[in-house]
């Protein structure tokens, strides 16, 4: 497995139903990409077009781009594969199966801060525990300290586009507080041949007419809303 640019030391996370492990391409694409693939509109609000192999979606981690969203070269990013341990034991975990996969993106040491993105829950996991205690592992590590198992961030940001409903009420059922809208935010190239899903609106004067634009919600939540409450609130969305 290569080796990440992130600027921090990533742990495990785990409770008794879910575990976040390091995405590792040789263990866990073939498994995802059988189980996505049948699925295309996984990617309808996401940039990227669904990768036409279990060979191509490794590429994506293996890309050189230190900008590639999922490279293991992007000082920004860091991908997680979810494993549901309320599932059998599986060749990709001995306690559990993979469930999808999301990753901390556009992270700043600096600033102290990082994205939850690139969430994909797998279809056969869909509507069950496995998104919010996705969600709420990802948030303790990134705000825990490194004593108590996290690498000790200050803010945590999330986007969805304003027709991934579900996408916004994920972000807001797990203490994130929206703070605006940014529209024509994505240009979806050629999107309408690639499945994606726009803003409804009319294209802006000489484009492409199958091209799509996203509009895109803003979330945040930061470390004083979570000691506040946010934690609290996550833990009991969790535990439902």
């Known amino acids: 497995m290569a080796v990440s640019n ?29 189980l996505s693939s049948p699925h295309p509109e996984i990617y ?8 036409s192999s279990a060979a191509e979606l490794k590429s994506w981690f293996h890309n050189e781009s ?11 990013s860091f991908a997680f ?23 901390f993106i556009r992270t700043s040491p600096v600033d102290l801060c990082t994205e939850i993105g690139f969430i994909v829950i797998l279809p056969p996991y869909q509507r069950s525990h496995v998104a919010s205690n996705t969600v709420g592992l990802a948030l303790q590590i990134a705000f825990n300290s490194p004593g108590q198992g996290g690498i000790g ?23 994130f ?17 690639n499945g994606k899903i726009g803003n409804g609106r ?20 930061a470390w004083d809303q979570w000691e506040s409450s946010a934690r609290d609130i996550t833990e009991k969305a969790m535990a439902r």
Do not use: Y
Not at 154 to 174: D, I, P
């Open 153 to 175: 961030l200050r803010r945590v940001h999330w986007s969805a586009s304003t027709t991934n409903l579900a996408s916004a009420r994920l972000a807001e059922r797990m203490g």
């Open 81 to 103: 594969a979810i494993i549901d341990k309320t599932r059998p034991p599986s060749p990709e975990d001995p306690e559990g199966e993979l469930a999808g996969t999301v990753s």
């Open 202 to 221: 009319r294209v802006p004067p000489g484009s492409d007419p199958e091209d799509l634009w996203r509009d895109t919600l803003s979330f945040s939540l």
């Open 6 to 34: 992130f600027p921090f030391t990533v742990p495990e996370a785990s409770n008794e139903r879910l575990k976040l492990v390091p995405f590792d391409p040789n263990k866990h694409c073939d498994t995802f990409f059988r």
């Open 177 to 193: 507080e929206k703070v605006g809208m940014i529209p024509w935010h994505m240009r979806f190239v050629k999107g309408k041949l």
């Open 66 to 76: 230190s900008t590639h969203i999922l490279s293991f070269a992007n000082p920004q």
């Open 44 to 51: 309808a609000h996401m940039p990227m077009i669904p990768p």
